[in-house]
């Protein structure tokens, strides 16, 4: 091999990296760098983490309605009501229904959580999910604290985004009325495809 072949391939190398990491998003780095820390961020809601069974997330909820913090909700969602005055100019009573997601194993492994004001109404625009969605993200950062949430494309989509470790927190609008945060484990492998 001549000398000037290796000039030549090792600057094509550097430059095809320079190129890959300028083309990179934010949201690709970010979880390049969360996954690298090799921080686990387990905890999802009221002492539910990743990686328990169906059968204590059930446990769990039976201790909570014991509590009297949380009652039966609509469908197979359980219901809980926050007394928000962090991100309200006044206390603000927030309804937060939440589901799990299991593997085939039986295993959490994400949760969605429900927002949405008791008092709403089609009429009430300052009850609707477009302002509540705002409200909603800086509650997550103020609950979970970390990384602030960046915009991402994710499933096709745009979205807001917060990644600590290896939990990702989705925010989307489901209806006029509801904040939807999806919480996952992007360790998983249900969601690894969605790092690479």
Known sequence: MSWRFIKFSCGTLLLATFLVQCVQSDYTKLVKSELAKGVRKDSVLLGIRFGITRNDFYARCLELNQKHLTTQGIGFYVQYFILDSLVHPKPTQIQLLFSPGFDEKGVLTDMDLKFSYPGWSPWNKSLHSDSLKIKVMKLM???????????????????????????????????PQIVVVSIQDILHPKYQHNIK
């Open 141 to 175: 950062e103020h609950w979970y604290g970390g990384n602030k949430f960046i915009t991402a494309h994710v499933d096709d989509h745009e979205v807001p985004v917060k990644l600590d470790g290896n939990r990702r927190l989705l925010v989307y609008i489901e209806n």
